[in-house]
């Protein structure tokens, strides 16, 4: 599951958000700061906080949309939606217990060519799939800090960007930082200019893998609780 979850994650995310920037502009919204100071304030914010909700879509090479919708803390809590390729999965994590509730195609994209898999999928249909985070495939699923390391892999990328103007993003204030690639591809980064200043949205355009994400919930209490013990299966003994 780690696979197909980061793998949202990272297309989403890892190419476009917290990207840094560099480069003069004539907004005053940071009083004068130049956009390097304004990235590297916005990453060491946004990987600081201690909970926040990521949304995000992007289209693959191949046209498949991937879209993700979770809630994360640095305690190992975390809820969330991904979709992907006609499928649909509820993730969620408390400590170290892992759970994923896919509909039918989902279970039927994972579990494709492996001996059973119609049978199986009718018998977790409705119900949440315990998963070993130490086992391959499920570590890290809901990893705060590793995807927000992820988002700021790339330091390269922080030379060339330029201030925009000011505008909004769900109704808060937001300065926007941009650059254009020599591929064509178009990078915008919203930046907060009220408060802590948080990464608010990210978007690229004209590349690969056109994007958008959006950061939100800041420092908000991720209500993630275990569920039911009937609701939920285990895969290995399904397989067994």
């Not at 946004?46 to 926040?52: E, H």
């Not at 994590?93 to 994972?110: C, L």
């Not at 204030?173 to 690639?181: G, R, S, V």
Request: proline share 3%; aromatic share 4%; charged share 30%.
């Amino acid at each position: 599951m780690k696979k197909v979850i980061l793998a949202a994650v990272s297309v989403s995310l890892g190419a476009t958000a917290l990207v840094g920037c560099g480069g003069e502009g004539s907004d005053d919204a940071f009083d004068g700061k130049s956009a390097d100071t304004i990235a590297a304030d916005a990453v060491k914010a946004t990987r600081d906080a201690k909970s926040l909700r990521i949304v995000g879509k992007a289209k693959q090479p191949g046209g498949n949309e991937i879209g993700i919708d979770f809630h994360v803390d640095d305690q190992d809590h975390c809820t969330g939606t991904m979709t992907g390729q006609g499928a649909k999965a509820d993730v969620l994590q408390v400590g170290q217990s892992v759970y994923v509730r896919g509909d039918e195609k989902f279970w039927q994209n994972t579990l494709k060519g492996k001996p059973g898999t119609e049978e199986v999928v009718k018998q977790v249909q409705g119900k949440w799939v315990a998963s070993d985070p130490a086992q391959s495939g499920t570590e890290g699923m809901c990893d705060k800090q590793a995807a927000l390391a992820m988002l700021d892999s790339d330091k390269s990328e922080r030379k060339g960007m330029k201030k925009g103007e000011t505008t909004e993003v769900d109704g808060k204030p937001a300065l926007i930082l941009e650059k254009k690639q020599q591929n064509g591809e178009k990078i915008t980064m919203y930046v907060a200019t009220e408060g802590e200043p948080y990464v608010l949205k990210a978007v690229s355009e004209g590349g690969e893998a056109p994007s958008e994400t959006v950061l939100s919930d800041f420092n908000k209490k991720v209500d993630a609780e275990k569920p039911a013990a009937d609701d939920v299966v285990d895969l290995e003994k399904i397989n067994a």
